[in-house]
Structures are given as structure tokens and as C-alpha cells.
């Protein structure tokens, strides 16, 4: 049935946090600087495990069909101060649209969340997405059973009890809640494996590193150790003989990165293929070596996700800041990963108003027939999107619409995946 504009509200949050429905105001959503109207054909019920916060000095913008334009209300009914609100999506889904709000003078910068519209409607919360990969690997509803984690922790913690791997990922699914690190103890899906503290570039939103005088903080501590080749290759060895379809991965939110390590990582690879072929190895990285690449495969590595904001070079240098590499380093190690013959995804941070603009849009299909990579995986950048334009120097082009861009891809480039987590590409045990 096509749902009417009257069936929607705009969602506000009062100074308590809690959030509530705007009786009679339409509400409104953003795409890059420009307001839009809301399509409630384009709405998905709020995921299970997703969240909801109360964007701080900032008033939700509603649409006003009297003026046909979009204006802004700091007040409820009742006469209180209100702020704008936001979804944090669960994993797997893409959104399509930011919240729509008005910054007050002395607005903080956001801490480093994927904002997404959210709307009531119905008595219930949707929001502008959609579910980009089936995979259940990191769907909340299967990370909620802590007995059984704490039994996985025991076993492995006492099966291997002098590895400061498996220390770190005890502390990572525990404290930080890392799902990779949580299937890593309950033996399924993807492990993470973390290895490198140190980085080459000086990312915007680095999630595991942000300097003292930044205007937030790091998501999670970065990874203060460097983990032996033996201790690497025995959890690795260990996921890779007791999962279904297992990956492990390099590469993580908690760490550098890893190709710093390759000579360590393609020697933790080596003593891993001299026991057992099973499963997928999987690096996650900046790509800013092609020589450290073209040693990991040597080694056996399966697949390879490369991460990028931006298939233009400007827009690169300014978010990820490379520190003795240049974004050439990137495209050379796309290039190999590609000549060698393995599974090569891109970790593409989508935002809306920028990733699908007509200017990039257009590089990005450029980009692709350049590299036939096998997978894209789209992924929301958790930034605080005024703080992002302002960082990247952002020149605004007209919005195509993430679900159009997503439709665009799937035309362009049939043979191409698109997704959110890095498959196995070794379906045996
Ligand atoms: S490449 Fe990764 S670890 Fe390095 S700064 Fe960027 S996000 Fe942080």
C-alpha cells in the first residue's frame, strides 16, 4: 500500500533525550547541504539493535507546505527546547539519507556515529535504508547470548593462555563489543585479527586513533602491542579449522595498519597453509603498499578489501592524510591484487549527498572500469557530516540518491558484489 506524507512525523528529542513524535509538521531529510522531502516508499522499519541519539545545539528541520521550504523548530508543543535526532542504523544496512537539522553557532562536532534520518510513523520509528547484505553474521539478535560467550572466552583463554591475542580479542568482544571478536570466541563467521599499532595515514575519522586535541575522541583504544608471528598464526589457525566457511581477517577498527607488518603477517600466513588450506584470509587495509600485498598473496593470501571515501584523489588526500604514501601506492596495490587473481573488494564509506553526487558518480564508474574489482562494500562513514564537507574541502554536484547509485552499479557492473562483510572465499572447511 503507498503510504501518504500525512502518515509521517518528524521525531524530536526533548532535554531528557527521550524521543517523540511532532504532531502536524512534516518532517524532512538531508543529502549532502540541501533539505529534502521525505519518500515513504523509501523508509524501512528502524533495524533490530539499531539506535537512536539526540543531536546536541541542533534543531530539527521540517518541510512547510506554505512556503514550500524547509525551516526549522526549536520548540515542542508544550513551549520546551527541542534537538534534532538521528538513527545509528545496525550493521548491514546502508542508508540512504542524513537527519535534516540546523546547527546552533555553538554546536559541538559529533562523535563518530553514521547519522541517518528517522521518522515515526505508525506508532514506530523507519528510516531512510536499506539491507545491503543477507549475511547474519553481525545481526544483534545473535550477539546477545553472553553465557555463551563467556564459555567461548574460558575454553580459548585456557587453551591458549600465554597468547596476547587472544588476550586482546577477550578485551575487544568484551569491552568494546566487537561482534568479530564475540564470533571469533562462539567459533563462527569472520575473526578478527589485529596485529599493528602503528599507521600511515592520519585518517578524519580513524576510529581507533584521534590526537589529544581533536574535537572527539577514538571510538576504542588502538592496539598497544605487537603480536608475535606464532601467536598470530595460532588464532588464525585455530578459527580456520573450527568455523564454517571461515575468515580471518587483518585489518581491524582496533588497530593500524597492517601491511606496516607484512613481512610477520606473510610469515603468520606461510605457517598457516603449511597445516591446513581451509578457509579465507582476509586483509582489511589502506593499500598504501603494493609491495607488502604482493608479498601477503605470495604468502596465500585469499582476499583482500581495500578502503577508500573517494574515488577522487582530492578528496583522499584530505580525509585519509597519507603519511609517506600517495594515493598512486593505492591504485598500484588495487592493481596487483587484481593481476594476482584474488577476491579484491573496495571498502567504499558512503555518505549521502557526496558519495552519490554526479561528480562522484561519474568517477567512481571510471574508477571501476579501470579496476573490475570483485566486491564493493558499502559502507556507511560513521563522521559527523558537516565536519567531513568542511575537512575535504566538499564542492557539492547534484545528488543522484543512494538507492539509484546502488541500482547504477548493479546495472553497470553485473558481475560486481555489493555488500557490507568480507565472504568467505574458500566455502570448505
Ligand atoms: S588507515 Fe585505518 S588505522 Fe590508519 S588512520 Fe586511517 S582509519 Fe586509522
Not at 542504523?89 to 553557532?105: E, V
Not at 603519511?323 to 598500484?332: A, C, I, P, T, W
Request: proline share 7%; net charge negative.
Amino acid at each position: 500500500m503507498k503510504r501518504r506524507i500525512k502518515d509521517i512525523r518528524l521525531a524530536y528529542a526533548d532535554g531528557s533525550g527521550a524521543v517523540w513524535d511532532f504532531p502536524g509538521i512534516e518532517p524532512a531529510f538531508r543529502t549532502g547541504n540541501r533539505f529534502v522531502r521525505v519518500d515513504p516508499d523509501e523508509l524501512i522499519e528502524l533495524p533490530y539493535g539499531s539506535v537512536l541519539f539526540s543531536l546536541p545545539k541542533r534543531h530539527p528541520v521540517f518541510y512547510n507546505p506554505r512556503n514550500n521550504d524547509f525551516n526549522h523548530i526549536e520548540v515542542s508543543p508544550d513551549g520546551d527546547e527541542i534537538a534534532a535526532v538521528s538513527a545509528f542504523p545496525a550493521s548491514a544496512y546502508l542508508r540512504t539519507y542524513l537527519p535534516a537539522f540546523i546547527r546552533r553557532d555553538d554546536a559541538p562536532v559529533l562523535p563518530l556515529w553514521a547519522y541517518t534520518g528517522v521518522i515515526v510513523m505508525d506508532g514506530g520509528f523507519r528510516i531512510p535504508a536499506l539491507r545491503i547484505d543477507d549475511d547474519v553474521r553481525s545481526d544483534p539478535a545473535l550477539h546477545e547470548n553472553d553465557a555463551e560467550l563467556e564459555k567461548g572466552i574460558a575454553t580459548l583463554t585456557d587453551a591458549y593462555p600465554e597468547n596476547g591475542l587472544v588476550k586482546q580479542l577477550e578485551k575487544c568482544s568484551t569491552v568494546y563489543r566487537c561482534l568479530c571478536a564475540r564470533n571469533f570466541f562462539r567459533g563462527r563467521f569472520e575473526a578478527p585479527i589485529p596485529t599493528t599499532p602503528a599507521c600511515n595515514a592520519a585518517c578524519a575519522g580513524c576510529l581507533s586513533f584521534q590526537k589529544s586535541d581533536a574535537s572527539f575522541a577514538a571510538s576504542q583504544d588502538r592496539l598497544d602491542f605487537n603480536p608475535s608471528v606464532r601467536e598470530i598464526s595460532a588464532v588464525i589457525l585455530h578459527h580456520l579449522t573450527t568455523a564454517d566457511n571461515a575468515v580471518a581477517s587483518f585489518g581491524q577498527g582496533c588497530e593500524g595498519e597492517p601491511l606496516l607488518r607484512a613481512r610477520d603477517l606473510a610469515a603468520a600466513i606461510s605457517l598457516v597453509r603449511e597445516t591446513t588450506d581451509s578457509g579465507t584470509i582476509n586483509l582489511n587495509t589502506n593499500g598504501s603498499l603494493p609491495e607488502g600485498i604482493k608479498a601477503l598473496i605470495r604468502a596465500g593470501l585469499d582476499s583482500v578489501r581495500i578502503s577508500l571515501n573517494s574515488p577522487t584523489r582530492e578528496y583522499y588526500d584530505r580525509y585519509y592524510r597519507p603519511l609517506g604514501y600517495r594515493f598512486d601506492d593505492v591504485l598500484h596495490s588495487i592493481d596487483a591484487a587484481l593481476s594476482a587473481g584474488i577476491f579484491v573488494s573496495i571498502n567504499l564509506f558512503f555518505l549521502p549527498g557526496f558519495t552519490d553526487m554526479e561528480t562522484e558518480v561519474e568517477e567512481l564508474v571510471r574508477f571501476l572500469q579501470r579496476f573490475p574489482v570483485s566486491m564493493i562494500q558499502t559502507r556507511n562513514l560513521n563522521i559527523d557530516p558537516d565536519f567531513y564537507f568542511d575537512r575535504i574541502g566538499f564542492r557539492e554536484s547534484e545528488p543522484i540518491g543512494v538507492l539509484n547509485l546502488v541500482k547504477l552499479l548493479k546495472k553497470e557492473f553485473p558481475a560486481m558484489r555489493l555488500g557490507y562483510y568480507n565472504p568467505p572465499v574458500k566455502e570448505k572447511k
